[in-house]
């Protein structure tokens, strides 16, 4: 498997609830389109995996979850 690098996502407040926040590849800058796979490190915070296509980089964000603030 490819070289794995971690990279620490914080998750930004945004008022848009649809905005799926998908990574782009660090090295091509190609948008990633899914997780190969996804784990949870804990309660609240989960781990993805991605795999680019176009340069074959690999590396893993980490997501807090946090929780729904609904007015
Ligand atoms: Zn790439």
Same mark, same amino acid.
């Given at each position: 498997? +490819? +070289?794995? *690098? #971690?990279? &620490?996502? @914080?998750? *930004?407040?945004? $008022? /848009?609830?649809?905005?799926?926040?998908? $990574?782009? !590849? $660090?090295?091509?800058? /190609?948008?990633?389109?899914? +997780? #190969?796979?996804? *784990?949870? &490190?804990? /309660?609240?915070?989960?781990?993805?995996?991605? @795999?680019? /296509?176009? !340069?074959?980089?690999? =590396?893993? @964000?980490?997501?807090? &979850? %946090? %929780? =729904? *603030? !609904?007015?």
């Amino acid at each position: 498997m +490819a +070289a794995v *690098a #971690e990279v &620490l996502s @914080t998750v *930004a407040s945004q $008022p /848009d609830p649809r905005g799926c926040e998908l $990574p782009t !590849c $660090p090295v091509c800058a /190609d948008s990633m389109v899914a +997780a #190969e796979a996804s *784990a949870y &490190l804990s /309660d609240h915070v989960i781990s993805y995996l991605w @795999t680019c /296509d176009t !340069c074959g980089y690999g =590396f893993v @964000t980490r997501h807090a &979850l %946090k %929780k =729904f *603030a !609904c007015n």
